[in-house]
């Protein structure tokens, strides 16, 4: 079992940037790829970014690339999700996840958090 628990949402103006953090439970952190995804009032939940194992191999969606950078401290058990140049688009409440596997994907994952929320004001 995998606990996830997000923070660092807010209210930032368009060209901001913001950090989400998402804190994760259990002593098998490292054995689980870890990803970020979001939704929006009336849309579907969409993917975001995720990060394999070690950190050493990326995977974002086409909306975000560029801008978004996923990255993982394994010591502190935390996944994290810069986003820079934030468009009024990318408001939505943002989820961390988690899954078994080596391999970074869209899907399916196991363990969801709770989400934060991001606005981002024009």
């Known amino acids: 079992q995998v606990q996830l628990v997000e923070s660092g949402g807010g209210l930032v103006q368009a060209g901001g940037s913001l950090r989400l953090s998402c804190a994760a439970s259990?002593?098998?952190?490292?054995?689980?790829?870890m990803g970020w995804f979001r939704q929006a009032p009336g849309k579907e939940r969409e993917f975001v970014a995720a990060?394999?194992?070690?950190?050493?191999?990326?995977l974002y969606a086409d909306s975000v690339k560029g801008r978004f950078t996923i990255s993982r401290d394994n010591a502190k058990n935390t996944v994290y999700l810069q986003m820079n140049s934030l468009k009024p688009e990318d408001s939505a409440s943002y989820y961390c996840?988690?899954?078994?596997?080596?391999?970074?994907?869209?899907?399916?994952?196991?363990?969801w958090g709770q989400g934060t929320q991001v606005t981002v004001s024009s």
């Open positions: 990060i394999s194992w070690s950190g050493g191999s990326t």
């Open positions: 996840a988690a899954r078994r596997g080596p391999i970074p994907g869209r899907g399916p994952y196991d363990y």
């Open positions: 259990g002593r098998t952190f490292s054995t689980y790829v």
